[in-house]
């Protein structure tokens, strides 16, 4: 009876083994695969699907592989809602995305009633994380730290000069757009003209019309390089030379082709180039050998990821509300982007911001250059 007895504890240990061996740990990665932004959204999908196959090489999380769901929320705020409820059908309890500001904020309530954590390497709008949610991080910054850069530098280099600012109307483009202004105003720096456009709209005559009469020097524009490159492209139709100046939303190499030879000399806010950081070098070429663009969304998917396997592995579970306890623990985490940690809201506590302008090689390729 007793040998029994310990041969079938044994072969109960040995299913529990298996199935350990056979458990995975599901994450969700959440972009415009589709529609205007699919540049940025290809960029995510790259970094997350390189870090779980570099994870997983390597053993996966607390002995778990991870398996990657992707979801297209095509920088649609009601898709993206429907692909965290697909997310949370299907078992996800850890989400790398959205991209967009005014996807992730309300996909971010789907994901908190659900128990699911949500990390996001773009989405800058302030109210992402000021609302005092437990499962929201970024591995970008903020809006009002980048549109505090933006104002600084124009206080301080182009002081005097006429400033226009035009917005997409968006969470995410006017959040911006208001969070430079707020900067220029505290600084006895107002604007000339102040006006938005729509998203997917493709005659902008009218407002680059009000630009030329404003006389502006320089048009801040909160957007993306969709709007941004076509609205740079359409000024220099109209002999209007005043110089562009954007945050991270521009800071893609489609801006270059949608603004064509207009772009160069633009301005842009972005955090310092992860591609060039030691830390992603490895990384970097994991990926170029691959033939695949090793750029800045790439690495700050990629970072969120291991965000996650180093918080799981800290708090030595995969549940999601104590992964996020790691992660406001101050714990510092060592990325592809740099090591950094997190507050209790979820923003990085040194996110730091740059100015890039916009040159042009000898060959005639466009490239961004930190200031």
Known sequence: MNKIWISGLALAAGIGLAGMAQAQVKIGMAGPITGPSASTGAQMKNGTEQAVEDINAGGGILGQKITIVVGDDASDPKQGVSVAN?????????????????????????????GVLQITPASTNPKFTDRKMWNVFRTCGRDDQQGAVAAAHLAAKHAGKKIAIVHDKTTYGKGL???????????????????????????????????????????????????????????????????????????????????????????????????????AAAVVKRLTDKKVGAESYTLYSYAAIQVIKQAAEKAKSLEPKKVAEAMHSGMVFDTVIGKFSYDTKGDR???????????????????FEQM
């Open 177 to 279: 757009a208001d969070e430079t202004k707020k900067g220029l105003n505290a600084k006895k720096i107002k604007e000339v003209l102040y006006d938005g456009i729509n998203v997917g709209e493709k005659d902008l005559a009218a407002v680059v019309t009000k630009i030329k009469q404003s006389g502006a020097d320089i048009v801040f524009f909160g957007g993306l390089y969709t709007e941004g490159g076509l609205l740079v492209r359409q000024m220099r139709d109209a002999g209007v030379k005043a110089v562009v100046m954007g945050g991270d939303g521009l800071f893609d190499p489609e801006f270059f082709s949608v603004g064509a030879a207009g772009v160069e000399g633009s301005l842009v806010t972005f955090g310092p180039n992860p591609v060039k950081n030691p830390a």
């Open 86 to 114: 697909k997310f949370v059908g299907e078992g996800v309890k850890f989400v790398m995305g959205d991209y967009n500001s005014g996807v992730s904020i309300p996909s971010s309530e789907v994901y908190m009633e659900n």
């Open 349 to 367: 506590k040194d996110a730091d911001y740059v100015v890039y302008v916009v040159k042009k090689a000898a060959d005639g390729k466009m490239s």
